[in-house]
């Protein structure tokens, strides 16, 4: 049974285009998260949310909107796809702060063409 | 702030090797720190976590790690490397920032050679 599960595992996609990926996680956790990993292999925080509230938004272009309808999911919509925005993205999810750590999803492969 | 430096972006070992990859960390506050392991196209998976208990902390697959404070490291050790450890494992740090959100340094390729 996966803990952190995300949908798609990969999206091909043309510039321009709109597109959401969805991460739901089963552990009964309060606070979720998205990463973004590079090329570079580099993992940069991009929101974090809590009881589906916002409480960290990085500096991320208002192109991306996240979206927690319960404490369970939170989905990223990206508009206006670009090329830069090829990356695989990573939803997590911890118990409160996370200081005992989090629990990652298999990622999402985005690649803009 | 906090910030995680990892050492060697490449580390090659031979099979039954003694395994180290380097990681320093800045906390403006004692910081809880954390190994996870990334194998290709997978998600990060928890190795192992310090959070003010033990210095030496052990985790999973015969990996374990040593918080010296007074070196601001956490260096991850395995005393015989196996080819299935071959991965990315990437360090963090939390606990001075806002939601405590984890930091990860750069991440380090980790080569096993037969």
């Known amino acids: 049974d996966t803990a952190v599960s995300q949908t798609p595992k990969y999206l091909v996609t043309q510039m321009g285009n709109d597109k959401s990926i969805k991460c739901e996680q089963n552990?009964?956790?309060?606070?979720m998260y998205w990463y973004k990993q590079d090329s570079k292999k580099f993992l940069k925080i991009m929101f974090s949310?809590?009881?589906?509230?916002?409480?960290i938004n990085e500096t991320v272009p208002n192109r991306f909107s996240p979206k927690s309808p319960d404490k369970a999911h939170l989905n990223l919509h990206i508009n206006s796809l670009e090329l830069g925005d090829s990356a695989v993205y990573f939803c997590?999810?911890?118990?409160?702060?996370?200081?005992?750590?989090?629990?990652f999803g298999s990622g999402t492969r985005l690649t803009v063409v | 702030a906090q910030s995680v430096t990892q050492l060697g972006s490449h580390v090659s070992v031979s099979e039954g090797a003694l395994v180290l990859l380097r990681c320093n960390y800045s906390s403006s506050v004692p910081p809880y720190l954390f190994w996870y392991v990334q194998y290709p196209n997978q998600g990060l998976q928890l190795l192992l976590k310090y959070t003010s208990a033990a210095t030496l902390v052990k985790g999973i697959n015969g990996f374990e790690a040593e918080f010296k404070k007074s070196e601001t490291s956490f260096h991850l050790t395995k005393p015989s490397a196996h080819m299935s450890d071959a991965a990315e494992y990437f360090c963090?740090?939390?606990?001075?920032?806002?939601?405590?959100?984890?930091?990860f340094g750069g991440g380090t390729r980790l080569m096993v050679k037969p």
């Open positions: 963090a740090v939390s606990g001075s920032n806002a939601g405590n959100m984890l930091t």
């Open positions: 949310y809590n009881n589906k509230e916002l409480i």
């Open positions: 997590a999810s911890s118990q409160g702060a996370g200081n005992y750590g989090y629990t």
């Open positions: 552990l009964g956790h309060d606070t």
